[in-house]
Every structure is written in structure tokens, then in C-alpha cells.
């Protein structure tokens, strides 16, 4: 024991001799540096005068680094020596390496499914053997299967065929489609339309052709994606303001005005829905024409959820604001909507339209809209002058649905009243829009299996950046019933006590 005890002692004084020795190597080595920059400061040379300049101490330790670094840089970099690699390391190397996925891992959500229908998209329709009210298709004014537009069809398929087989630009304009352009313009009193085959299309053609990179558009922040997409092609300054809200869009306007030197100089846009997809909220066309002439922009309109719904004929949200018509520069519409076609069109001046049958891709590269489609629209633009009474319909069906769902369990209303886009949101997110549309989805589920009501919830692609709630959508048709409607209340109430139990 006392051996060891010494052995710890000899090993204790030894360590604290070993730091004092540190200490004082390290104290030497300060005080040494210390007494060389003395030197420098101190030393005569460091005195000196150039050229009638005092080169002062820290000067000589400056150009000294100076002189340092640039005789580093001025030496090679060392390379390890080249040297080919063995099978056994390229083998290896094959081994580690994983490819980059050319898609996105699918996620649960990705999965779902949608409903497959058996049968026309009409007020009634059939899902897996069980016929359901559908509330699904923007099916507006009920002409889905309407016998006039049948017959319009049949008799363009005999003359016509099937497809077109080219664009409009190479042997792919038909006689019917001019009839169907001068049609819509004559209805909504423009001087020219512009025809497109597909609806989104229109929206990803159109815009393109006008907005250029350098020019700024202010969007409203709801857009949907087929717009979102149409301005990211364009290459624009983008601008989203506050949704549907006035104020903010004349705020982001005075900003873009007063602030950018260059901005009388650009091409300015305000890129509005008339009913917004997003929410079912109706756009104040008439303070935006005022902002719009105050500030200098040009608008362009997307009329697809109000052309043959809105104002006292269907001629949409100009006619429903008494707005001249001329006093929107662009306007687009999907006739996939209303008049129970497809394709779409953009209307305005002739200036605007014949702009686009240049340099408007979708126009000029895309085979044509099929004839019967195009005979399709003309007869039911003819069925809705013809027929005021199903813009009556349609107007009290969205009035009586929209108050019964008005108190409705854990859902209140986003939408306008005269919107044909009746919107539900939660009263109380989750906090995540993925578990709110979780939530909502349940709900649509429930509500079509356990009382044969389709609906559907506000599902969005990966790709859209829209950024409001998600919701439940109703569509709401003029062929629907009163017993329609009712069943619909009554099958959203039911599950909507069961699933928000305890809410207000």
C-alpha cells in the first residue's frame, strides 16, 4: 500500500510539473511573437518614408502577408497521381449506386381512387351498380344528355366523323367550327372568339400568348391550377394578392406601380376567376374594371363556372355587374361546364383573337375540337336563349340548398348564394390541411355509401399551389329536384352530427 501510494504521488507532481511546462512554453512563445512584432513596429525601416508616405510598422507586416499569400496562390495544387480504377472498385461503385426515381414515391393519399361512373354524369347517375344523385359534375343548366343536343351530335357525326385529324392551322378548320366561334362571340356581344380543344388549354394557350417574361401579373391568390400553370409557362413576375380581396389587390397594384421605376414601361395584368373553383366566391367584377383603369392594367377573366350561369341571360359575370364587356381585354371560358361539351374558347377583339390563332400553342399545335363537339356548344348556347327559365331553376336550386346547409354541423358555407359552386369548409381546422381534407374525405365517403349522394372534396394535385381551405364542393344543376336537394341536406347532416359531435 505504501508503495503504491508513493507511485501515486511521483505521478501527481509529475503531471503538474508536465502543465507547468506547457504553461510556461506557451507564456515563451507569446512573449517571443510579441517581441517580434515590437521589433517590426519599432525597427527604423519601419519608419521609413516613401515617396513622401510614412510607412508605419503595421504597414511592413501587411505587405509582408501580402506577399505570403500571393506566393501560395502562385503554387500548384497539389493532385493526387492518376491512376486507373480496378474492376473490383468499379464493381463496387456500380453496387452503391441507386438511380434517381423518375416519379415522386406514391404516398397512401396518392392511392385513392375516385368513384368510376357506369353511367351518364347527369343530375342522376350510377356507381358501382347503385344509382346517386350526383353533385360531383358541373353539369349547371341540366343539358347533359339533352335530347336537342343528342340529336346536334348524331347529325355532326354522320356529316362530320368523329375527329379533325389536324390542327386549325393545317387542313384542321372545319366549317363548324367558325359557325361555333362567330356563335359564342355573337351571344356575348364580342367581336371574335377563338376556339380550343381542350378546356384547361385554353387557360395554359392563352395566357402564354400574351404574358411574356418581364411583364408582371397580379393573380388572386385562388386561382385554380389550370391558371397557376398557364402563368408559369409564361415566365412572368408573378403577383398573388389576398383572395378575393379588394383592398389587398389595390395595395399590391400601388406597390407594383410606385415602386417599380420600369413598371409604365411593362405589360401589366390582373388575372381573376369569375367563380372561383377554389371556393364558389363571386369576383367584384366592377371595383376591379375601377382598379384596373386606375392603374393602368389590362384583365384577363376566366368565365368557366359563370358563362351560361351568371347575369340576366347567361352571358356571364360581365352581364351580371352591368360591366361593358369591352372593358375586360381577355376572357376565357371551358365549355365543359355549362353547355355540356368540351374545349374551350377565349373571346374579345379581333386584335386579341387573331393573336392567338398565331402564336397560341394549344391552337396552333393541337388537333382541332371534334365536330360534334362544336355543333354540341352551338345548340346549347341556342337551348339557353331559348330557355331563360333554366337559369331560374338553376338560381333556386342554389338559393334552396345553400340555406339548408347554412346551419349545418362542423361545415359552414365559403360560397357566394349565387354561386353554382356550393362550397363547404370546416368551422374548426385540424390544423393541416392534409388531416382537414382527411377529415373531409370521410365525410364524401360516408355520404355516398351510406346514403347514395355524390359529392366530392376539394383533392388537388401535388402541383397546385393555391393555398385556401379545402372544402366539400356541390355543383349544383337546374335538372336537380326539390327531393334532390333534400336528400342531399338531410345525407350531410346526418353524417356531418355523427362526425362532429360536440361542435358548434
Not at 510607412?55 to 501587411?62: A, D
Not at 347567361?314 to 351580371?320: A, I, P, Q, S, Y
Amino acid at each position: 500500500m505504501l508503495v503504491r501510494s508513493e507511485i501515486l504521488i511521483n505521478i501527481s507532481t509529475f503531471e503538474m510539473e508536465l502543465s507547468n511546462n506547457i504553461a510556461t512554453a506557451i507564456m515563451n512563445s507569446m512573449k517571443n511573437a510579441s517581441d517580434w512584432m515590437t521589433f517590426a513596429y519599432d525597427a527604423p525601416f519601419a519608419r521609413a518614408v516613401v515617396f513622401g508616405v510614412p510607412i508605419g510598422g503595421h504597414l511592413f507586416v501587411e505587405g509582408l502577408l501580402l506577399v505570403v499569400i500571393l506566393f501560395l496562390l502562385s503554387q500548384k495544387s497539389y493532385k493526387p497521381p492518376k491512376r486507373p480504377l480496378t474492376n473490383k472498385e468499379i464493381d463496387e461503385l456500380c453496387d452503391e449506386w441507386v438511380p434517381e426515381s423518375l416519379i415522386p414515391s406514391i404516398t397512401k393519399e396518392m392511392e385513392k381512387e375516385a368513384p368510376i361512373l357506369d353511367s351518364a354524369a347527369g343530375p342522376h347517375t350510377v356507381i358501382d351498380g347503385k344509382e346517386v344523385v350526383n353533385f360531383a359534375s358541373a353539369n349547371y343548366l341540366g343539358l347533359m344528355g339533352d335530347d336537342k343536343l343528342l340529336e346536334s351530335c348524331t347529325s355532326a357525326l354522320e356529316k362530320y366523323g368523329v375527329g379533325s385529324c389536324g390542327p386549325r392551322g393545317f387542313y384542321g378548320t372545319i366549317d363548324v367550327h367558325l359557325d361555333c366561334e362567330a356563335r359564342i362571340a355573337r351571344f356575348l356581344g364580342t367581336p371574335d372568339s377563338i376556339l380550343y380543344s381542350y378546356g384547361l388549354s385554353t387557360m395554359f394557350s392563352a395566357i402564354p400568348a400574351f404574358c411574356k417574361k418581364g411583364d408582371v401579373v397580379i393573380v388572386d391568390e385562388g386561382v385554380h391550377w389550370g391558371i397557376q400553370n398557364g402563368l408559369y409557362l409564361s415566365r412572368s413576375t408573378i403577383i398573388y394578392f389576398k383572395h378575393n380581396n379588394m383592398e389587398s389587390l389595390q395595395t399590391t397594384l400601388e406597390k407594383v406601380t410606385l415602386d417599380n421605376k420600369r413598371a409604365k414601361k411593362l405589360r401589366r395584368y390582373i388575372v381573376v376567376e369569375s367563380v372561383y373553383q377554389n371556393s364558389g366566391q363571386i369576383a367584384p367584377l366592377d371595383e376591379i374594371i375601377r382598379l384596373k383603369e386606375k392603374y393602368r392594367f389590362r384583365v384577363l377573366l376566366d368565365e368557366s363556372n359563370s358563362f351560361g350561369v351568371l347575369g340576366g341571360s347567361g352571358r356571364g359575370l360581365t352581364e351580371h355587374y352591368k360591366v361593358p364587356i369591352d372593358k375586360v381585354d381577355i376572357i376565357t371560358a371551358a365549355m365543359g361546364h355549362a353547355l355540356a361539351s368540351e374545349g374551350g374558347f377565349c373571346t374579345g377583339s379581333n386584335r386579341v383573337i387573331d393573336h392567338q390563332r398565331l402564336s397560341s400553342s394549344g391552337y396552333v399545335f393541337s388537333a382541332s375540337l371534334p365536330p360534334y363537339l362544336a355543333s354540341a356548344a352551338i345548340t346549347a348556347i341556342d337551348v339557353i336563349e331559348a330557355n331563360p327559365s333554366l337559369l331560374t331553376k338553376l338560381r333556386d336550386n342554389i338559393r334552396t340548398l345553400f340555406v339548408k346547409l347554412s346551419e349545418i354541423q362542423g361545415l359552414k358555407l365559403a360560397s357566394d348564394v349565387l354561386s353554382p359552386i356550393v362550397f363547404l369548409v370546416l368551422k374548426k381546422s385540424t390544423g393541416s390541411m392534409k388531416s382537414d381534407l382527411q377529415l373531409l374525405e370521410d365525410v364524401a365517403d360516408r355520404v355516398l355509401k351510406e346514403h347514395s349522394i355524390f359529392v366530392v372534396p376539394s383533392r388537388r394535385s401535388t402541383l397546385d399551389k393555391c393555398k385556401l381551405p379545402v372544402g366539400i364542393r356541390l355543383f349544383v344543376s337546374a335538372a336537380h329536384t326539390e327531393s334532390d336537394l333534400q336528400k342531399a341536406y338531410e345525407a350531410l347532416k346526418s353524417v356531418t352530427d355523427s362526425v362532429f359531435t360536440g361542435q358548434n
